[in-house]
């Protein structure tokens, strides 16, 4: 059995970004993959004339489904039934673990594998089913990589992409009975990882998968990988387990498809992945394979929560990554800085919303606002409006220091009296760009240290904007 | 009891946090809410563009226009990447019609196992928006020669070809209706890979390294090779 590797609250963000930034390598890692997953993203968006279009529809479809969630959880619970599974309801996290313990200790099983899937990665469900003494391997590429080197995903949907082919190699070399072989390049070390998980697939007792989407009409689960790794656990143990949350319900199959055109593009660029599956239920009298019994564990955590609060639309997001891509502070710092399950923009929402502002309350300040994430976003949630939101709360909950609150409140005061604030500024900036005029830049400033800490502060030049503005509208009046 | 619990308890806050219409007026306002748009296909005819999709997805094709040509292609494929005659397919009467001796083919019916080269499967459908095809799982098809083998060679009709994703589920609908949902449906777009390798695409994963399909029925004659420039430029 691995070690448990020890659980960092994001509470310690602000120490990892200033120790992810040291790691060299890492950082030219990173920084491809914001140059690279943006183009392979845009390629695919800019093939399909009507993606604006197709964003548009599903964005009100999720409205919709979540306005009516009630409605529609009952629809899928009643088919799911009909079609043979058992379903079950988790409050939180240790809620669900044991639900899946139960069900892997009802059939005396001791071979578990896993597909990819965040869900239980915020229950921390391999390592529950791991102290009870169970077998379980990752079998997703990315997770079995970090499985083996007993870390946590870095991203949400490439999780070992912070390592690099030389590590993934020295782990293999490490972990696997290799004899003479060397593991040349990536394309060998899938071939070891094939041939070791393989032999999992076939001596599983007990598959978990998670669920992409959940049909509420058919009661089917729809499952989005490219490695098929997701559809062998599905179909060759004898018991499968989908373990998945609320907000992955959608009305018809084809609010799938749609979101699933979403999907794909903005997470890997391609139109469609290798394999999407849609699973119903436990094998039917005339087949010859698949399980003979199967589970819905539905984890809410904190989600009918957030639907009842002014996050409701946080609980749009598909899952694809496309903000992290995008994210300055995602690429500069890396997925493990967060210190949480979920990373980036859409991470830096709900972390607080799923743990407490408390815990998390550096995360809503990981944004330059600049806007790409809410661009990119396939359901167009606004998640800069949501971080916002979110450092609004932490403000009104007095978790920022009284000082900066004391300069915040200040500051609203004076953008609140225009004449007072231009007439203050049009003493001080000037003051400024006075003092500033040898260095062109500041290496301390009173009362903003913790800006002149990490650099030098540009002297102003000259004037303030409205100084400029209106003395130039009084030249152009004049030339007319 | 803890279950029964949780789930009333959970239902009991999505209630108040819902607007509880009526299914009718919920259903109404779901229909307002329009069509998704579908990407424009690459090429006119549905053979071209389900050939062309194809090939994008890393897959390999083959055109024929009757069942004595489509096991000859069978034949070649195996031979030339196993040479072997063998391979699994699913007990499917269409499969269990062919002309299996007009390419000297030595079909096992049943269940893939692990270690066995190539398996073929009979498409219930090929859609031209993806180049995906699909499967049921079943006693014509376990689920299982979809996965466990070295190559996935599927058979396409013509006449089953869809145009879009949604077109597929309507005619998955229909399906349905005369017999009943299927455990799983599996729209396959090429063979297994990943990239979670320094982002570098690996093809064979976890299941079949390469994925031949093998279109079958009336196609225009240059789709093939339009499809192969379309592709290749």
């Known amino acids: ?480 | 009891m803890a279950q029964d619990s949780a789930r009333t308890e959970l239902m009991g806050k999505l209630q108040r946090a819902c607007q509880n219409a009526q299914p009718a007026r919920i259903y109404a306002e779901l229909n307002s809410l329009g069509e998704a748009p579908s990407p424009t296909l690459p090429a006119s005819s549905l053979c071209e563009a389900f050939l062309i999709n194809v090939l994008k997805n890393q897959g390999t094709v083959a055109c024929t226009s009757n069942r004595s040509e489509a096991v000859k292609a069978v034949a070649e494929h195996l031979h030339s990447r196993f040479r072997t005659r063998k391979l699994v397919a699913g007990n499917d009467p269409r499969l269990a019609a062919m002309p299996w001796r007009d390419g000297a083919v030595l079909p096992r019916f049943g269940a893939a196992e692990h270690g066995e080269n190539a398996s073929l499967s009979y498409a219930c459908m090929g859609i031209a928006e993806t180049g995906s095809i699909v499967t049921y799982t079943g006693k014509s098809n376990p689920a299982a020669n979809n996965l466990l083998v070295e190559d996935h060679i599927v058979l396409v009709d013509t006449a089953t070809l869809v145009a879009t994703l949604d077109d597929a589920w309507t005619q998955i609908n229909k399906d349905q209706q005369e017999s009943g949902r299927p455990r799983g449906i599996n729209f396959i777009s090429g063979p297994s890979s990943t990239a979670d390798i320094e982002a570098q695409l690996v093809k064979g994963a976890h299941g079949p390294r390469s994925w031949h399909v093998i279109l079958l029925g009336e196609i225009p004659e240059d789709a093939l090779s339009n499809a192969r420039n379309a592709t290749e430029a």
């Open chain 1, 1 to 480: 059995m691995s070690n448990i590797p020890e659980e960092q609250g994001s509470a310690a963000f602000l120490g990892n970004v200033r120790d992810s930034l040291l790691e060299t390598d890492k950082v030219k890692r990173r920084d491809m993959l914001g140059l690279f997953m943006p183009l392979v993203r845009d390629a695919a968006v800019d093939q399909f004339d009507q993606f604006q279009d197709l964003r548009k529809q599903v964005k009100g479809v999720k409205q919709h489904t979540l306005d009516n969630l009630h409605h529609y959880l009952s629809q899928f619970e009643s088919e799911a039934l009909d079609n043979g599974n058992q379903v079950h309801f988790a409050r939180d996290s240790s809620e669900m673990n044991s639900i899946v313990l139960g069900i892997c200790q009802s059939h005396r099983a001791q071979r578990v594998v896993k597909g990819k899937s965040m869900v239980t990665e915020e229950t921390h469900l391999l390592h529950h089913l791991q102290r009870a003494g169970l077998s379980v391997v990752e079998t997703d590429l990315g997770e079995y990589i970090i499985q083996q080197a007993n870390e946590t995903p870095s991203h949400i949907v490439g999780p070992a992409l912070h390592k690099s082919a030389d590590e993934i190699r020295e782990l293999f070399l490490k972990k696997h009975d290799l004899g003479e072989r060397e593991l040349e390049g990536p394309t060998e070390m899938v071939a070891e990882a094939r041939s070791v998980l393989r032999e999992h697939f076939l001596s599983a007792d007990v598959g978990i998968i998670g669920a992409n989407a959940l049909i509420a009409e058919n009661g089917y689960s729809m499952l989005v990988t490219n490695e098929g790794n997701g559809d062998l656990c599905a179909n060759l143990p004898k018991v499968m387990i989908v373990c998945t949350t609320l907000d992955r319900i959608v009305p018809r199959a084809s609010d799938a498809m749609a979101a699933l055109r979403l999907l794909v593009r903005s997470a890997t660029g391609q139109p469609i992945t290798c394999y999407t599956s849609f699973y119903s239920g436990p094998r039917r009298e005339q087949d010859v394979d698949g399980p003979i019994e199967t589970h819905f564990v539905l984890l809410d955590n904190k989600r009918s929560d957030i639907l009842a609060s002014d996050y409701r639309e946080m609980l749009q997001c598909i899952r694809c990554g496309a903000c992290l891509n995008h994210c300055p502070i995602y690429i500069g710092v890396g997925g493990h800085a967060y210190g949480s399950v979920y990373m980036g923009p859409m991470g830096s929402v709900l972390t607080p919303l799923l743990d407490s502002l408390e815990e998390a309350q550096a995360l809503p300040d990981a944004c330059t606002a600049c806007g790409r994430c809410e661009e990119v976003c396939p359901s167009s949630i606004p998640l800069p409006d949501l971080l916002r939101d979110l450092r609004h709360e932490k403000n009104r909950e007095k978790l920022t220091p009284s000082r900066w609150r004391l300069g915040m409140k200040t500051h609203a005061w004076l953008l609140a009296r225009p004449r007072l604030y231009h007439t203050l500024s049009g003493i001080g900036i000037p003051v400024l760009a006075w003092l500033g005029r040898k260095k062109g830049s500041f290496k301390s400033l009173m009362l903003a240290n913790g800006w002149t800490d990490q650099r030098d502060f540009p002297a102003p030049q000259g004037k303030t904007f409205m100084q400029q503005y209106a003395a130039q509208r009084k030249a152009n009046n004049g030339s007319r």
